[in-house]
């Protein structure tokens, strides 16, 4: 018999016993018969109460325990993992790389022929005497063989690499340390260091066989006036490619300095390519335009070859990975649902757990206990 | 993985002394995993000395060494290397390493008060090398243009050494020219720019070369560059150092 049946029987039970009773009473009956049908009834009504809360106290557990785990799933679909390993093959026309607490070195970025600095707040060569340097200044290179062969980025400094048709574009923006580029001019080379002030220009013309080396380095910030001028160093694009390895960025972002009139001083730089996060099989692919960053990156493997375009190569663990296509921007970091969902570890843990647990079963029944 | 070029080491070695006021200066390298002893802090906690690996493609001048005139001497297993004088401020780490590049192994210590005495125990049953096979480099640091700042380093100290000092460099790859020149690095005077040549001959990878270099001025600090450059007058990463201490100039 079902629940609810006999539910439905001890009611109607109650009720028929009540008005036997009542007829009893009325009609005077002896004693015996009004005490047994009282007990019983009494019996009913203890049974039907115990019977009801029984069946009430069950369907709030059921409640509970289905509100209870909607909250926590909808709880672990909303939390994100502190992070996640993502590994990138990007392509893109700009980039823009934060340093660690290690700046980097990057080497032989651009051979060419000119060079236009912006923002040095000082540049040194042995051909200058003293009185030359220590000054912010704009300054103009030409030489038959042009190498920008060292450019020093220092810690938690951005540098944005951007490659235009004509030109590559190199700008830094350092924090409490000077960025400094070293380049060497070799051949017939021409020089003019124009400091911002009004003071004359300083022309080079020079043929040597062994190149000279410029420096230049940015202003630092200082702590009271805030960030220091940027560096920035506009170049032939490079024929063919260089390739920077040994570089280790915390954040990483493919955006580039827009047009004034869109309205928003970065736009995307994505040309194509793929981000994976391998823990939970998740492959997504990017689109023209698409704005990808990548913070609190601890990178073990970084390639970034700069030619026609700059393509990243990068994997690692990140903290946070957020892609805008379009105007829809989202963390791709797994959340913890997902993470649960797809961990090929988990699978393995729970399907471990279960097979134990069926084991444990099976030598319960064979051993009888 | 390739591309470790000498001024990356040279950012390496900067860092290194900039953080040993707290710690010893063990340098951030990949220690041997094939040769005993591997790079790492033995029983003199002033000393990293060890085993190595490392990985090399660019085109690059090493600085290896840069001694006063004065030979070094070994008395009972040990060697004194005292530093020119250099201000107070400076501190300065002493490195040594083998010329040939077969061996990667390396010492660096702490040459704080301007002398260390180094025993040479431990690299001589590693690996067989005497005294007249390794190079003396003290470092104090980076400049502000990320030129790295170089003290002389010698045995008899300051009294006993002849004007000017020694450079050992190596050269990674082929090479058929190494000119150098050194200037005062903050005199107004007109300076004397000429490259000198050091090579009478082609040098091939990994082959060391050593020239001299006698100050014209008693300065403190002088401006090294150094550069090479290999078949069709391909340039190498170039090499620039600040020389500081006064001691080594002529008297």
């Known amino acids: 018999m079902q629940r609810s049946e006999l539910s439905r029987w001890l009611a109607a039970e109650q009720a028929k016993l009540v008005d036997e009773l009542a007829t009893k009473l009325r009609d005077g009956s002896d004693s015996d018969a009004l005490t047994a049908l009282r007990s019983r009834l009494s019996l009913i009504e203890e049974t039907r109460a115990r019977f009801d809360d029984s069946w009430q106290r069950r369907l709030r557990l059921v409640c509970v325990v289905a509100f209870a785990v909607v909250l926590t799933l909808t709880v672990l679909a909303v939390l994100k993992m502190p992070g996640a390993f993502v590994s990138l093959d990007v392509v893109a026309r700009a980039a823009s790389i934060v340093t660690g607490a290690d700046g980097m070195v990057l080497h032989d970025i651009a051979v060419g022929e000119s060079a236009q600095i912006r923002g040095a707040a000082s540049v040194s060569s042995p051909l200058l005497d003293g009185s030359a340097s220590d000054r912010e200044q704009d300054a103009q290179f030409r030489a038959t063989t042009l190498v920008l062969s060292e450019l020093f ?109 869109s309205g928003r001083p970065f736009v995307g730089s994505v040309v194509s390519g793929s981000l994976s996060v391998p823990e939970i099989d998740r492959t997504q692919h990017l689109h023209a335009d698409d704005t990808l960053s990548v913070v609190g990156l601890d990178a073990s493997r970084v390639r970034i070859r700069i030619g026609e375009q700059i393509h990243v190569e990068l994997s690692g663990y990140a903290n946070d990975i957020r892609l805008k296509s379009g105007s829809v921007a989202r963390s791709l970091v797994p959340s913890l649902l997902e993470f649960a969902a797809k961990s090929h570890t988990l699978t393995f843990l729970w399907a471990a757990a279960g097979f134990l647990w069926g084991l444990i079963w099976a030598a319960r029944k064979v051993l009888g206990l | 993985m390739i591309f470790k070029h000498c001024a990356t080491v040279a950012v390496v070695l900067g860092l290194a002394s900039e953080a040993w006021a707290a710690e010893l200066p063990c340098l951030d390298l990949r220690p041997s995993t094939t040769n005993v002893p591997s790079y790492g802090r033995y029983s003199d906690p002033a000393v990293c000395e060890g085993f190595y690996e490392r990985d090399v493609a660019a085109a690059f001048v ?190």
């Open chain 2, 62 to 251: 090493e600085l290896l060494g840069l001694t006063t005139l004065d030979p070094l001497v070994e008395e009972e297993g040990r060697v004194v290397i005292r530093a020119s004088s250099v201000p107070a401020s400076v501190t300065a780490l002493l490195h040594i390493q083998p010329l040939s590049v077969s061996t990667l192994y390396r010492v660096d210590a702490s040459l704080a008060g301007g002398a260390a005495t180094w025993s040479t125990d431990s690299l001589r049953r590693a690996t067989q090398l005497s005294l007249g096979d390794l190079a003396f480099l003290a470092t104090a640091g980076m400049s502000k243009q990320k030129a790295l700042l170089v003290v002389p380093v010698g045995g008899a100290g300051l009294a006993g050494s002849p004007p000017g000092f020694r450079v050992t460099v190596r050269l990674s790859t082929f090479a058929t020219s190494l000119v150098w020149r050194a200037y005062p690095t903050f005199s107004k005077a007109p300076r004397d720019l000429q490259w000198k040549e050091a090579l009478d001959q082609p040098k091939y990878a990994w082959d060391q070369a050593v020239f001299e270099v006698i100050p014209p001025d008693k300065d403190n600090s002088l401006t090294l560059e150094i550069k090479a450059a290999g078949r069709d007058r391909t340039w190498f990463q170039p090499l620039r150092v600040i020389v500081v201490g006064r001691d080594y100039a002529a008297k």
């Open chain 1, 153 to 261: 980025v220092p810690r938690n400094s951005r540098l944005d690499v951007a490659r235009q048709a004509t030109e590559i574009s190199l700008f830094a923006q350092p924090s409490d340390a000077e960025a400094v580029a070293t380049f060497e001019l070799a051949g017939a080379f021409h020089a003019t260091l124009r400091p911002s002030a009004n003071e004359g220009a300083i022309s080079l013309d020079q043929t040597v066989d062994v190149p000279e080396t410029f420096v230049l380095s940015s202003a630092k910030a200082v702590a009271s006036r805030g960030t220091a001028r940027p560096m920035e160093i506009v170049m032939d694009p490079p024929a063919g490619s260089t390739e920077i390895h040994d570089v280790y960025p915390v954040a990483l972002a493919f955006v580039e300095r827009s047009d004034a009139t």
